[in-house]
């Protein structure tokens, strides 16, 4: 199998390099720790294998988070919930099987699957009655874990796929019964597709299967056959991201080409075969009509690459028959060589060749989408056409998805056998459409457009194309349609991005709700008296006073008039989950506030009453019980940012507490961008944790202080003030929590995760506040990331002096404070290669730095696994205990010792 040299490399030097000073004998003066607890904490730290923290630190990172249970995939006919049932934290068992990397595919080659379904496969199914709460629990096969589980048209069924050691293969759930069975014999190839679909009428299934007839595994040379050859003649510039897994040589390729290889088939699940569809190709992503006559497949196309990961390869999006033969070209993409943020290669929506939005038919009857309209221009062209219009051929493969400004465009038919002249023109628009919906019965379309900055959706009916019927239009909004749990989008106000018309974010009107069609799909959402409901959160601008509330409003559609059918509380988060009928009467509220712990409920939407539906507990009380305070902070320039801090329970009021800073800088172009990040806050929120929640710290005794301070600069020039900005943040935060009597100033302690720990590192070499740092999966070197990070766009090229002033790396010789890093050594985060851990961890060695580099085999940016998380938190208290808490630096002797 395929390895990186640096596994091996890390492996040699073993999962820790420690470098610490020696004890003296005698107590250091002002020193809290005895000569024997000092050497202990030492000795703890230079342990190898994996150990485990204290018992309250070892509760709050195991707490039972997988028992609260959220009602969040309704079955069609909206009567259960199915809940993938969890065990807990994964083991490192489980993550260290067998697994190899292929340009950023993870896969298992045992049992032909992607990693993810062999290290995190559900560990069984249950089934929530969405009226009373009262739950079933569906047989799944023993020595199996569960993946991607789908409800059957008709609710009565579940499919799924049952991950066994070697193989995965798919079993159907009998609602009624609860028994499972395996409606296939053969296995699923799941190392790209990983899903299963139905047919409409329930009685099929479409997958993924290993071919009949495959060739053996590539084997890898036993000798070289040659050197690495890269060559680069475009003569164009591709500045590609920095990515840890790549493939090397010709061997990968074709173990890439022979993973990845499947049969497409159906299933008929009462006489338990399988019928091939085609012949064996490189599957990306299947997607089924509704009838099961034809499918909407992406393939992966050679050449493929060493420098680029699979996202970025060739692609072709085809339409295929029973037969396997390709009726139409959708669209074809060449590979990528520049920075890849697709997620994954070809797709089920979203504009392909032109093709804006395309989607099956509710009712089976080929392809809707969204083009352009070629023939229209300006003023000429008409706001309503009728059904059938004359419109020329489909958007030629490769066109562009989106519209120019204000260029009318049209929502088009695509009829089988798919081919040029086989379209007709449902609807017709003199702007650009953002997206559009039909009924169930197809006969009425919801169209969301968005011309010169206004927002509207409304409706037409097939049969009276020119009459319109609006359901809402506001200035500044993004026009939405949300189905299930998806949130309204709502042009950048999120609580990262932001849009400087604030009237409007305050005045937010929701998303249309839609909801899974009859036969699949994306369909709105209609009672039976004509009315369609809008749904988003309605923020304040006095947010603290005010918190964020849900909402669910009705539209009439005849008349235009809205009813507020929901509103959430004041005093608690109410969160609206799944209507649980078109006419809107009944609901699913989640609620939860800071001492009660979410809980889902049935809510009469008429009447108000409630029904509870879970039964949640709290995972963590001893963490629900720490003191929380929201604190203001002023930089020396008047910029104002917020630190989050919590204390221990019993904290009293005046006692000054040894401090720990966790943080995140994000950048800014001035105050107005950092206060945005700031309105979508809900201060009735429970407070949730997570095995890795650095707030578990007061517990401990520390005052744990979390903040994302700012950088602020021009635009595209940010970073210029990042370290000047980054001084001035931190020295404000230490100030303010030191007026305010919080924290003890001399003993300080600051960390951070991935960009967190970048800017700890750089923290500790400019300024001299902290006794210790903690930093994870970070990079310390940006000339190791030339082409851009985070979100600095330029080069190294361009901006080579604030590379170079942001780089750790270059000024180990100034770090001031006892450092711990932690790496997953298959971190494959785009930026944060290992060796920058391994090469900060050398260089602060050269200089005779206090340091250690702790590696975590298995793990990826961000560990999971139980072992490693007890790990690090053992790690990280004793690492504070000994140089925050007890000033171990002032009891280091001038030479340090190097322990391997």
Request: aromatic share 10%.
């Amino acid at each position: 199998m395929p390895t990186r040299s640096l596994l091996a490399r890390a492996g040699r030097l073993a999962a820790i390099l420690f470098l610490v000073a020696q004890p003296v004998v005698a107590q250091h003066a002002g020193v809290a720790g005895s000569p024997d607890k000092i050497t202990a904490l030492r000795e703890t730290l230079a342990k190898e294998g994996y150990i485990e923290p204290t018992a309250d630190i070892a509760k709050l990172i195991t707490a039972p988070r997988h028992l609260v249970v959220a009602l969040t995939t309704p079955s069609p006919d909206r009567k259960w919930f199915l809940r993938e049932q969890s065990e807990g934290l994964p083991s490192v068992q489980t993550y260290g099987k067998q697994h190899i990397y292929l340009g950023g595919l993870q896969v298992d080659p045992k049992a032909n699957r992607t990693r993810i379904m062999t290290a995190r496969g559900a560990a069984g199914l249950q089934l929530i009655d969405s009226r009373t709460g009262n739950v079933v629990t569906l047989e799944t096969p023993k020595g199996a874990t569960v993946s991607a589980p789908v409800w059957s048209p008709d609710s009565k069924k579940v499919a799924y796929i049952a991950n066994f050691d070697a193989a995965s293969f798919v079993f159907v759930a009998d609602i009624a019964t609860g028994k499972s069975v395996q409606v296939a014999k053969q296995a699923l190839l799941a190392t790209l597709v990983t899903t299963v679909d139905w047919t409409a009428d329930g009685k099929s299934i479409v997958a993924v299967f290993l071919p009949e007839k495959r060739d053996p595994m590539p084997k890898k040379p036993e000798i070289a056959t040659g050197p690495q050859v890269r060559l680069w003649t475009e003569g164009t510039k591709a500045p590609e991201r920095n990515y840890w897994s790549l493939m090397s040589e010709p061997y990968e390729f074709a173990l890439f080409e022979w993973l990845t290889r499947g049969q497409l088939g159906v299933i008929d699940i009462a006489k338990k075969t399988v019928a091939p569809i085609g012949v064996p190709v490189l599957f990306s992503s299947v997607n089924p009509s509704p009838d099961g006559k034809y499918f909407r497949v992406s393939t992966i196309q050679k050449p493929f690459s060493y420098v680029v990961q699979y996202t970025a390869f060739g692609t072709r999006d085809a339409v295929w028959d029973a037969e396997g033969r390709m009726l139409a070209e959708i669209s074809k993409r060449a590979i990528r060589f520049a920075g890849d943020t697709t997620g994954g290669p070809g797709g089920r929506g979203g504009a392909a060749g032109g093709k804006k939005g395309l989607a099956w038919m509710p009712q089976g009857d080929g392809f809707y989408y969204i083009a352009q309209d070629s023939a229209a221009r300006g003023d000429s062209a008409r706001a309503g056409g009728a059904a059938g219009a004359p419109a020329g051929g489909p958007p030629a493969a490769g066109g562009r998805g989106g519209a120019a400004a204000g260029r009318p465009e049209k929502v088009v038919q695509w009829l089988p056998p798919f081919g040029e002249k086989d379209i007709k023109v449902l609807y017709q628009h003199t702007t650009p459409i953002v997206s559009a919906v039909f009924t169930d019965d197809a006969q009425t379309l919801f169209v969301a457009t968005n011309n010169a900055g206004t927002g509207e959706i409304f409706a037409v009916k097939l049969a009276e194309p020119t009459k319109r019927m609006t359901v809402v239009r506001q200035r500044g909004w993004t026009p939405a349609f949300a189905g299930g749990g998806r949130a309204a989008a709502f042009g950048g106000g999120g609580p990262r991005g932001g849009t400087d018309d604030t009237t409007a974010f305050y005045n937010n009107p929701g998303a249309m709700v839609t909801k899974r069609g009859a036969v699949g799909g994306e369909v709105a959402l209609v009672s039976a008296a004509g009315e369609v409901f809008l749904k988003g959160t309605q923020y304040a601008r006095d947010y603290l006073a005010n918190a964020p509330k849900d909402f669910l409003d009705k539209v009439e559609l005849a008349s235009g008039k809205k009813t507020r059918v929901f509103e959430g509380a004041k005093d608690a988060a109410e969160t609206l989950g799944a209507l649980l009928d078109d006419d809107g009467a009944f609901a699913v509220v989640t609620r939860e506030s800071p001492t009660a712990v979410p809980n889902a409920y049935l809510k009469d939407l008429k009447t108000g009453a409630v029904t509870p539906l879970t039964k949640n507990v709290d995972p963590a009380p001893d963490f629900t019980a720490l003191q929380r305070k929201r604190v203001i902070v002023t930089r020396a320039d008047g910029i104002k940012f917020v630190v989050r801090l919590t204390l221990p329970a019993n904290y009293q009021a005046g006692t000054r507490l040894p401090g720990m800073f966790w943080f995140y800088p994000y950048e800014y172009t001035d105050q107005a961008g950092y206060d945005r990040t700031l309105r979508t806050e809900n201060v009735n929120r429970f407070p949730a944790s997570g095995p890795r929640t650095i707030e578990f710290l007061a517990t401990q005794g520390y005052a744990v202080a979390n903040f994302d301070p700012p950088i602020i600069g021009d635009a595209g020039r940010m970073n210029d003030n990042y370290v000047s900005d980054l001084r001035m943040n931190l020295y404000a935060v230490i100030d303010e929590l030191d007026r305010q009597g919080f924290i003890d100033r001399q003993k300080l302690g600051l960390g951070g995760h991935s960009y967190g720990a970048f800017s700890t590192l750089n923290a500790m070499v400019n300024t001299p506040y902290f006794k210790a740092g903690i930093a994870g999966d970070g990079m310390y070197n940006r000339t190791l990331t030339p082409t851009g990070f985070q979100s600095e766009r330029r080069d190294l090229w361009s901006g080579q002096k604030t590379y170079l002033d942001m780089s750790p790396m270059l000024n180990a010789d100034k770090l001031q404070g006892a450092l711990l890093m932690y790496h997953s050594l298959e971190d494959q985060n785009v930026g944060t290669d290992p060796v920058s851990s391994i090469r900060m961890m050398q260089a602060l060695r050269a200089n005779g730095k206090t340091a250690s580099l702790f590696m975590y085999p298995y793990e990826d940016h961000g560990p999971v696994t139980k072992e490693t998380l007890l790990d690090q938190w053992a790690r990280w208290t004793t690492w504070l205990d000994l140089y925050v808490k007890n000033d171990g630096m002032a009891l280091a002797k001038k030479k340090p010792a190097v322990q391997p």
